[in-house]
């Protein structure tokens, strides 16, 4: 089993920049890619970013591209999300997942809690 735990500002300007930071424990838990997804009110859990185990192979959704960034700490299984110039839209709760590196949320067995980020215009 793999327990994760999501952190980071809450509520931010549109303009300006949060991070969000997803500690993962457990068993073999840094072995795992580790992604983060969204979902708005009314809208389905979407992909926002992912990293593979060895930090190497990044993927973005082309809605967060050039603004968002991921990066891990592979010693303490720790992932993070940098947003920029972030928007309205960004406004959502965002989740992190650990699995298999895929923009798909079926490639994903352990799930966080949730945080709930909200943009401000």
């Known amino acids: 089993q793999v327990r994760l735990v999501e952190s980071g500002e809450t509520l931010v300007q549109t303009g300006g920049s949060a991070s969000l930071s997803c500690t993962a424990s457990?068993?073999?838990?840094?072995?795992?890619?580790l992604a983060w997804f969204r979902q708005a009110p009314g809208r389905e859990r979407e992909f926002v970013a992912a990293?593979?185990?060895?930090?190497?192979?990044?993927h973005y959704a082309d809605s967060v591209k050039g603004r968002f960034t991921v990066s891990r700490d592979r010693g303490e299984s720790t992932a993070y999300l940098q947003m920029t110039d972030m928007k309205p839209e960004d406004t959502a709760v965002y989740y992190c997942?650990?699995?298999?590196?895929?923009?798909?949320?079926?490639?994903?067995?352990?799930w966080g809690q949730g945080t709930q980020v909200t943009v401000s215009s």
């Open positions: 997942a650990a699995g298999m590196f895929s923009y798909k949320a079926n490639g994903y067995n352990y």
């Open positions: 457990g068993e073999a838990s840094n072995s795992y890619a």
């Open positions: 990293i593979s185990s060895s930090g190497r192979n990044k």
